[in-house]
Nanobody, 115 residues
Framework: QVQLVESGGGLVQPGGSLRLSCVGS????????MAWYRQAPGKQRLRVAT???????MYSESVKGRFTISRDNAKITVDLQMNNLKPEDTAVYYC?????????WGQGTQVTVSS
């Protein structure tokens, strides 16, 4: 069973920054496209950032220019640097492969943007 563990969430004021980290337990992820997803209360889980095994990145329009995804294949980690956070970024953030593999969903990490 491949496990992913997210960390780094918290409470931050609008305009602030957070860095999320995701650690994988299986080296198979080093060859896969990885992504960060988020789910706000009462809403669908949506993908916000993607990074291929070669480091190519894509972002949803809502976070483009503010979020940066990166990965370290040797450490099986995927990070998400979030700058200029907005209240609408409030959600539980998850990492997974893209497209997502259902058994690999972790607990996520809560990000709350509020003054």
């Amino acid at each position: 069973q491949v496990q992913l563990v997210e960390s780094g969430g918290g409470l931050v004021q609008p305009g602030g920054s957070l860095r999320l980290s995701c650690v994988g337990s299986d080296s198979i992820f080093s060859d896969r496209t990885m992504a960060w997803y988020r789910q706000a209360p009462g809403k669908q889980r949506l993908r916000v950032a993607t990074i291929t095994s070669r480091g190519e990145t894509m972002y949803s329009e809502s976070v483009k220019g503010r979020f940066t995804i990166s990965r370290d294949n040797a450490k099986i980690t995927v990070d998400l640097q979030m700058n200029n956070l907005k209240p609408e970024d409030t959600a539980v953030y998850y990492c997974n492969v893209s497209p997502p593999y259902a058994p690999s969903w972790g607990q996520g990490t809560q990000v709350t943007v509020s003054s």
